[in-house]
Each structure stands twice: as structure tokens, then as C-alpha cells.
């Protein structure tokens, strides 16, 4: 099955809503693809329990003369469509002009009993407790860096999680800086405010990091590395996560340039969003980690410059440039301390798809080599989650993106419009 679109925009977080919206308002067919059930990403990600915050609720209403076409996951690209898979069938989508707003994921870092069910990422319990997983009563301690780990603990609270601390692994003289530079954005320091003003009680501590969870068949307690040494916290569920790590990998296989970074590299844009692939634009988190007022902005932007509309996009441009500045103030106000990246010993678990431990990559010089050898990065996730730890670690710069883009069914694979029932659903 062939279908055709003037402007196909990849992920329906905030950004791919301003894209889709801006551009179905200038008349284009307009098809916004997302991998999950509903629209919204991370950001607004549909919440069992709470209803949608009303800026998430205006934006998906505002879709009018958009194609939504939420699980489709993009399995392979060409220059001018995408092979997407769906729970029935697979499908080719042309496009005469494509936005990517493929958003961002959690950077985890391996550390002793990482891999012990009951922690995860503090971006992926706050989904998971969105999702319906019970959290009600449970002790949830938050550990990691960044503004997502304030959100995560206001949700979990939200569901009935009895939160035990914030752990923030920035100093106090860090964290103190950033929130008084918030006043050139009013709009994010009210946010914050809220955000402390309703987790009143949580401890709130700096300069600290998880260096061990503890348990036998699953997490017991934490050890927390403090400016006052070592404390042991007992819970029932560990929430750790590093910041985010922009989602590149359908515009690397695309053939855009991307930034030269070895550790997490960004898709490269002009002034106007256009990548180096002609008709290809980007917006959002996969340009560097600016938050929702950046991916809004960026993403009428996109939309705009996908049907023509050069005037327009420039009017955004001063606006964003100004909420821009806010990337790079996260980036070093939460500089990772260097003590995370040697937690991790030869006997942990450094991929968690195929079990292969830290010490088994010991010789290989680049991901491929070790990929071959030990199968690092061959699971579900498909490296993301490794090869960026890796990449943090030091050990191996992020390799180039290969199809499939994630895990697809070989009938998917062999191109097949329709599938079969009883088809192969592997990797």
C-alpha cells in the first residue's frame, strides 16, 4: 500500500502537533505518524488517571485536515518515502516534504544492580505510572540529573507513590544558579515554582548519585554517594536518569548531517529548520534539548517551511532563538560529574537486551566490532540504550543508524503491503 502526503511529519510530541497543525492550515495533506496509541509524545503522553493538560488538549484539537496515524513505527527510509509497519500491515509513504520531530529519550548509565526489576529510568516510571502500572503506596526514591527528575516525582505523587527523596547529582551552587537565571523565562520559573511548591516535603538533595541498588530478585535499597558520605535508602522502586538524548537515527539513515559530536550527537538545521537533505526539515529535541516551549515554537516553524511559507517560519525565528538560549543553559548547569561515568565494574551488565557486561567489551575499538562479537546492541532497543551509555563512558563513539529503525516483522522487511496471521513477529 502507497500513500502520498505534501508534508509527512515523524512524531506527534509537541512539535510534530505545531508542524502538522501549521502546515494542514495552509491547505497541505498532512500525515502525522507516532508509534504510540495515542498523540501527545513524551511530554503529553496519555495519563489512565489524570486528564491531558489543556495545552496538550488544544493542540490535538487543533488538528483539523491532519491524517493521525499513531502506531505506525518508521522501518526503513528512502530519499523521498518511509516504509512504515502498523499492527496489520506495513505501508510505504511518499511525501513531497518531511518533518522530523522525532523527539528525545533518557540517557541511563550502567551502575551495580542497575539492571534489578524495579528501577528504571525517572522518564520511564513516569511513563509507566501514566500507562496504569501500580505505583500507589510504593517508596520510589528519584535519582539523576535534570528538571525531568522534578517532573517525574510530581506524577508519581499524583498516583499515590510515597516519594522518598530527589537526588541530584548537580551541586547546590549549580542548581541554586540555574533556577535564578529562570527569570529570563517567566513562563518555565513559574513552572518550577509549581512543580516545588507541590513536591513540599520531598527532600531535595545535590551533589548526590546513586552508586549501587541493592536486592536479590528485585531492588531493595539504594546506595546514595552524598556530600556527607555514603547513605543507604531502603525502597521499593529506583528511578534513575541522566537528561535526554536526542532521537537522530531516521535522520541519519535519511542522509542528514548531523553535529560532530561522538557522545550524543543533534541533527544539523539552518536558521529555518532545513536539514542538508533537501525537503527534509527538523524540530525539537532532536536538534538539542531545548523543552516544550522549543519544540512549539520549532515545530510551526518546520511546518511552515514545509509547504513554502519562508515569511512566516522567519517571523518565529527571534522568539526562538531567545527560548534556545535555554538548551545550553541546562547543559551547563547539569554538566555530569565525572564519578558517574566509573560505577559501572567489568561484572555489570552494561547491555541489558543481550546480558553482555562492561568487561566484555574490553579491546574492541568501535560499537561494530564489539556489536559482532558480543552482540551489544543487537536487542529490542536496538543500541539506543547502550550505545548511548557507552558513548558517555567514553568507550565508543554512537555508530551510524542501520535499517530497520526498530525491531519489524520479516514480512515488513520483504516489503509485503499485506501480512499474513501466523507472520514471523522476530527482530
Not at 500513500?3 to 492550515?25: F, I, N, T
Not at 528504571?120 to 502500572?133: H, N, P, R
Not at 566490532?369 to 539506543?384: V, W
Not at 565508543?396 to 499474513?420: E, H, I, M
Request: charged fraction near 20%; include cysteine.
Amino acid at each position: 500500500m502507497r500513500e502520498h502526503y505534501d508534508v509527512l511529519v515523524v512524531g506527534a510530541g509537541p512539535a510534530g502537533l505545531a508542524a502538522a497543525q501549521a502546515a494542514a492550515s495552509r491547505g497541505a495533506r498532512v500525515g502525522l505518524l507516532d508509534a504510540q496509541p495515542r498523540a501527545g509524545g513524551q511530554v503529553w503522553r496519555h495519563d489512565v488517571r489524570l486528564p491531558a493538560p489543556r495545552a496538550a488538549r488544544r493542540a490535538i484539537d487543533k488538528l483539523q485536515g491532519v491524517e493521525v496515524l499513531v502506531r505506525h513505527s518508521v522501518v526503513a527510509a528512502e530519499p523521498t518515502a518511509l516504509r512504515v509497519e502498523t499492527p496489520q500491515d506495513s505501508r510505504l509513504l511518499s511525501f513531497g516534504a518531511l518533518v522530523l520531530a522525532t523527539g528525545a529519550r533518557e540517557l541511563l548509565l550502567p551502575f551495580p544492580g542497575w539492571t534489578l526489576p524495579g528501577v528504571t529510568g525517572a522518564g520511564g516510571l513516569q511513563a509507566l505510572a501514566k500507562q496504569g502500572w501500580p505505583v500507589a503506596g510504593k517508596r520510589v526514591v528519584i535519582a539523576g540529573s535534570g528538571p525531568l527528575l522534578l517532573a517525574a516525582a510530581d506524577t508519581l505523587r499524583k498516583h499515590g507513590a510515597q516519594v522518598l527523596g530527589i537526588f541530584e547529582q548537580a551541586s547546590a551552587d549549580a542548581v541554586r544558579s540555574f533556577a535564578w537565571q529562570l527569570r529570563q523565562w517567566p513562563a518555565r520559573a513559574w513552572q518550577a515554582a509549581g512543580l516545588r511548591l507541590r513536591l513540599a516535603g520531598v527532600p531535595y538533595r545535590f551533589g548526590s548519585f546513586v552508586r549501587e541498588a541493592v536486592g536479590d530478585d528485585a531492588v531493595r535499597g539504594v546506595e546514595i554517594e552524598t556530600p556527607r558520605g555514603v547513605q543507604h535508602v531502603e525502597c521499593d522502586l529506583l528511578a534513575a536518569g541522566y537528561g535526554l538524548v536526542p532521537n537522530t537515527e531516521l535522520a541519519s539513515l535519511l542522509g542528514c548531517a548531523l553535529d560532530d559530536a561522538d557522545t550524543h550527537p543533534r541533527v544539523q538545521v539552518d536558521s529555518l529548520l532545513r536539514t542538508s537533505v533537501a525537503n527534509v526539515h527538523a524540530a525539537g529535541e532532536s536538534c538539542g534539548i531545548g523543552g516544550l516551549a522549543v519544540a512549539r515554537i520549532e515545530g510551526a516553524m518546520a511546518g511552515l517551511m514545509a509547504i513554502g511559507d519562508t515569511a512566516a517560519a522567519s517571523a518565529w525565528m527571534p522568539q526562538r532563538d531567545r527560548e534556545r538560549r535555554f538548551d545550553a543553559l541546562l547543559a551547563r548547569h547539569f554538566t555530569l560529574d565525572p564519578r558517574l561515568r566509573t560505577l559501572a565494574d567489568d561484572q555489570t551488565p552494561v547491555c541489558r537486551c543481550e546480558d553482555v557486561r562492561l568487561g566484555a567489551l574490553a579491546g574492541f575499538g568501535d560499537a561494530r566490532a564489539a556489536k559482532l562479537a558480543t552482540r551489544c546492541g543487537m536487542g529490542a532497543c536496538q543500541g539506543r540504550i547502550c550505545g548511548a551509555a557507552l558513548a558517555e563512558l567514553g568507550r565508543f563513539p554512537r555508530g551510524a543508524a542501520r535499517p530497520p529503525v526498530f525491531p519489524a516483522r520479516l514480512a515488513t522487511l520483504a516489503g509485503l503491503a499485506t501480512l499474513p496471521s501466523d507472520a514471523y513477529r522476530g527482530s
